[in-house]
């Protein structure tokens, strides 16, 4: 799948502009051109993608289409008979999910004495986590501040952030980067251990630290070596379908199904930490994703269907940079870091029409806008697309920067017969991550009694549009304290009475009341690929 | 858009014909698997989907991750979703970067028979057995930087006749070079003390405080560095 003879002529073009444009910076949008171009050419600006949703204690919040179909369905629990007097384990903290959210959690809970399950639905470590290529931020730097942080992610988000959350994110940030270098995260430095940190789409200091470009799986496995060598307990494909409340309405704990087996068995907990991640499996308005294949909102469904409210779940992240070709990439992940290192985004003449380095809504749309105008390239396969010049990495910062900086990508590419430190890649904007989710507070709560939520299924601490490299940072920051706050919290707590599936049976008379009528169930545990034939990667 | 030419493929002895652009993984669920084992980040970074295959007539065996590689005209194909392979339980606080320590851990690597078959197995194109000579004398911080693409499919263990369990024993390494190899980064513990202190509270409640307008302000006026 090398490139064609036809994209091979567009490459020179792409050649020929490369020493002007080295070393020469295109100019940044102002304030009025960045809104013009989220309003004119942004997905989440199209009204069609999406709909008010109908019941719930978030009724009249948008919501994508997708989305709105799987909260205004019942419960996959309604009309099943599941064993609810039982209970296979009996714990302090239940944890939903293993990617960096959920195994923080577990860790801090188990630090401070609490007995701890951990469920999840693939593998442990199975997660968008080990997907983050390009970095984590921190403000640790002396040329940079807390505050610095909290200004550049208060402006990615459009000012719409929680504050609160900002605050702790960018507080607890440097704490995070010296949790994981004590746990031997092999963060990249220099000789006397000063942190290689760069720029990410959005940033006004160089923050980002990474491991090589495979800083999430670096830090979850990681994070997954201690918890095993911690001995907690975990249980895998086994994901929650529900939870559980109590008489007085507050959650203690689970129903799970065994994928394997397929049957379903009970869970008591004093507390729950919901982090089953994000929703990119939904593939909103049609977009290819770059999300892990459980990324199906389970967390949101469930949380949802027992009280707890939702935060900017109209507003979604596309990734500037998926890649578009070749076809058994589409879709998936060309990190940031590549910009981050100088690639620029140019069109069909080789010409720039963006700065490199604007927030991800802005470069999405600036590409979407590009391809509208007609000045995309066409891949093979009849997707529009642009070039995305990678050699340049190389030529402005000497031959083996990539090499070094970016194996992953360099593999990636390689195998499909396309060396990215010779010819440019092939881009359009992918689906890459739920800016919103279910409320929570700084320590991670949500508004439902014990029922806590951190990674991805949470929101607001990133507004309407997150910033490269604040996502692995708030995994870790509000997994960890959701973990030591449930803790705590569970030593103090009673389960009153018999615990129920009621809000279920309450939710689907919402539904009835509200005249919806539906096939689908939620939450959905796994995309049905097996049943269409078109690609999916 | 292409014309689909379709390509003959036995998934675990049956046969299927599916699309020749597919990946592996894709081309499973063309023929109508659920996949619930064997599949995970779709993207070539977990290790969930290594997949031992073998072409017509051939006797050779090859690996790939089953979202990285594409299918080919005669492919015979099996997945490995689970390899029961041990790993070491320890305190990182507990141990020191010693031969002798990791002895205790990992005393398999000594059984090595130098037969290459880890390296050869690599979907990664790691040299496997390289680091398994550096982990034997001593060498964390080489062995590290060696496995360090690492995707913990498990192939070079399943292979292995002396039964090492390579990827945990790379893992050890990385983590003992980077808790005791390498310097802390000095810039992130005087900032981390000055977080303790409250130092930086004050600044940040303004801006919390702050109007938006002001914030607007402030973001669009802010200094960016080179």
């Known amino acids: ?537 | 858009m292409q014309e689909e030419n379709m390509v003959n493929v036995y998934i675990m002895g049956k046969q299927y014909s599916v699309p020749e652009a597919l990946t592996i993984m894709d081309a499973m669920e063309y023929a109508g698997y659920y996949l619930k084992r064997g599949c995970g980040c779709r993207a070539g970074f977990c290790g969930a989907c290594a997949t031992v295959y073998r072409l017509g007539d051939g006797h050779e065996l090859y690996v790939g991750l089953a979202c990285q590689t594409k299918v080919e005209p005669e492919m015979y194909l099996a997945q490995i979703p689970f390899y029961p392979a041990r790993k070491a339980l320890y305190n990182l606080e507990d141990i020191k970067p010693s031969v002798a320590d990791f002895a205790v851990l990992y005393p398999e690597i000594y059984k090595c028979l130098g037969c290459n078959s880890c390296t050869k197995v690599c979907p990664q194109d790691i040299n496997v057995m390289q680091y398994i000579s550096y982990l034997q004398r001593g060498d964390f911080s080489r062995a590290a930087d060696e496995s360090f693409d690492c995707l913990m499919c498990g192939l070079c263990t399943s292979r292995c006749p002396a039964n090492i369990v390579q990827y945990q024993a790379a893992l050890l390494s990385r983590r003992l070079h980077a808790r005791y190899l390498v310097s802390p980064a000095p810039h992130l513990h005087q900032r981390i003390g000055e977080i303790e202190e409250g130092k930086w509270d004050g600044e940040i409640e303004k801006l919390v405080k702050a109007e938006t307008s002001e914030l607007k302000e402030m973001y669009n006026q802010r200094e960016i560095e080179k």
Request: proline residues 5%; charged residues 25%; negative net charge.
């Open chain 1, 1 to 537: 799948m090398a490139y064609t003879p036809q994209m091979r002529e567009l490459i020179k073009k792409v050649e020929a502009t490369r020493p002007s444009r080295a070393n020469n910076p295109f100019p940044r949008k102002t304030p009025e051109e960045r809104q013009e171009v989220l309003k004119n050419h942004h997905p989440d600006y199209i009204e069609a993608g999406f709909r008010e949703i109908k019941v719930g204690v978030s009724k009249g919040d948008r919501a994508p289409q997708e989305m709105a179909d799987l909260i205004e369905a019942p419960s996959r629990l309604e009309g099943v008979d599941v064993d609810i007097s039982e209970f296979a384990y009996d714990v302090d903290v239940l944890v939903v999910g293993a990617g960096g959210a959920g195994t923080s959690a577990a860790l801090e809970a188990h630090e401070q004495g609490a007995k701890v399950l951990l469920a999840t639905k693939l593998r442990l470590g199975d997660a968008n986590t080990v997907m983050a290529q390009g970095g984590i931020q921190a403000a640790d730097k002396p040329n940079d501040s807390p505050a610095q942080h909290y200004l550049d992610v208060m402006g990615g988000g459009g000012f719409t952030n929680v504050p609160e959350l900002v605050k702790t994110l960018v507080n607890d940030a440097p704490l995070v980067i010296g949790w994981l270098e004590k746990l031997g995260c092999m963060f990249d430095k220099q000789e006397d251990g000063t942190m290689v940190t760069i720029h990410g789409g959005g940033t006004s200091r160089k923050r980002m630290h990474a491991a090589r470009d495979y800083t999430g799986a670096e830090i979850m496995r990681t994070l997954r070596d201690e918890f095993v060598n911690r001995q907690i307990e975990a249980i895998e494909f086994s994901p929650v379908i529900e939870l559980l409340l109590d008489e007085e309405g507050k959650v203690g704990g689970a129903v799970l199904y065994n994928l394997e087996t397929e049957r379903y068995f009970a869970v008591r907990a004093k507390t729950v930490i919901l982090a089953t991640g994000g929703s990119g499996r939904l593939h909103f308005q049609g977009f290819p994703t770059t999300n892990h294949y459980g990324a199906t909102a389970d967390g949101v469904i469930m949380g949802y269907h027992a009280g707890a409210k939702l935060a900017f779940m109209d507003t979604i992240q596309y990734h500037p940079t998926g890649a578009a070709y070749p076809p058994q990439l589409l879709g998936l992940l060309v990190t940031e870091k590549v910009r981050g290192l100088g690639a620029q985004p140019l069109n069909i003449n080789g010409e720039q029409f963006t700065f490199h380095l604007e927030t991800r809504d802005v470069e999405s749309a600036a590409i979407i806008q590009e391809c509208q105008k007609g000045m995309g390239i066409k891949t093979p396969s009849g997707i529009d697309a642009v070039w995305l010049d990678a050699p340049l990495i190389d030529y402005e910062q000497g031959e083996g920067t990539i090499d070094r900086q970016l194996p992953a990508m360099v593999r990636q590419f390689q195998r499909f017969g396309i060396d990215i430190r010779k010819d440019p890649i092939v881009i359009y904007p992918t689906l890459h991550y739920q800016n919103g989710g279910l409320l929570i507070d700084e320590n991670g709560r949500s508004n439902v009694e014990n029922l806590y939520v951190a990674g991805e299924n949470s929101g607001g601490m990133h507004g309407r549009n997150r910033l490269m490299g604040n996502s692995l940072l708030d995994i870790l920051v509000f997994g960890r304290r959701a973990g030591r706050h449930a803790a705590q919290v569970s030593k103090e707590t009673e389960i009153k009475g018999k615990l129920n599936l009621d809000h279920i049976k309450d939710y689907s008379k919402q539904l009835e009341d509200a005249g919806i009528k539906t096939e689908n169930t939620a939450p959905l545990v796994l995309p049905r690929y097996c049943e269409k034939t078109a690609e999916t990667s």
